[in-house]
């Protein structure tokens, strides 16, 4: 028998206070709440530049030496994909059980979420859009997170400015977004070795010059509104494993 779930209630935690072992290892405790049939919603975001790799991205994609030099943390995250620099932008995971209808389909997911999230950045004084004619993943795809534009992508412009992941488990679901907000060109170029022209013809700005505490309250309301859901204001937890950083 599957987890009873409460469809009337999202359950959301903020923290803007940047400690990225925190929020990381935070996520692990939220989609094992999501597998008892609670749907929560975590937003985040860290002043300081960090550096997040997908789950099963290869170490060798960025310049370590060129990391630690700048002092740069790098860590992992549980979703997949490539990689992601943040810098005062917003982070957006949303955890459901299994049972939940948005969690049915893979390429479902991300259309209701992204869905959702459009609106939200548009009503903050931004813009994105669903890729028309999303590229297929392949392995060839780019280590840097904004440069691939998939279905799981919201573009302004021709460049990506929202970027996606799952993590599936057997009794609950994981979806996330990388919202760009200030776009850390400086670093994008060092750690992934590549120029700041690529960086800045390539990725974009969801809400240009825009502050994660001012889009967060857009980016709730469309999402408690698409789930028709009442948002539950939580406390955050301790959570009961932090994530290790590759370096930091």
């Not at 070795?193 to 001012?214: K, N, Q, T």
């Not at 408690?224 to 009442?230: N, Q, R, V």
């Amino acid at each position: 028998m599957g987890a009873i779930t409460d469809n009337r209630h999202l359950n959301l935690f903020v923290d803007f206070d940047g400690r990225p072992e925190r929020d990381l290892g935070l996520e692990t405790d939220f989609l094992d709440r999501a597998s008892s049939g609670f749907v929560s919603l975590f937003v985040y975001s860290w002043a300081s530049p960090v550096i997040v790799l997908g789950y099963g991205q290869k170490i060798e994609d960025i310049d370590l030496d060129w990391c630690r030099k700048a002092g740069v943390p790098v860590y992992r995250r549980m979703t997949g994909g490539t990689g992601v620099v943040h810098r005062r932008d917003i982070a957006v995971s949303l955890f459901l059980p299994k049972e939940h209808h948005w969690a049915e389909k893979i390429t479902g997911l991300y259309t209701l979420f992204l869905g959702a999230l459009a609106p939200a950045l548009e009503a903050a004084g931004g813009s994105g859009r669903l890729k028309e004619n999303p590229h297929k993943g392949g392995r060839d795809r780019s280590p840097i997170c904004f440069e691939d534009h998939l279905s799981d992508t919201l573009v302004a412009d021709g460049r990506k400015v929202v970027g996606c992941a799952q993590a599936r488990r057997s009794r609950a679901v994981l979806i996330h977004a990388a919202v760009s907000l200030n776009l850390a060109v400086d670093v994008y170029a060092g750690a992934f070795r590549v120029s700041e022209r690529r960086i800045e013809e390539g990725l974009g700005e969801a809400v240009p010059g825009g502050h994660a505490e001012e889009v967060a309250p857009h980016v709730v309301t469309a999402l408690a509104k698409a789930l028709g859901m009442s948002v539950r204001h939580q406390a955050l937890p301790d959570p009961s494993e932090l994530a290790s950083g590759i370096f930091g």
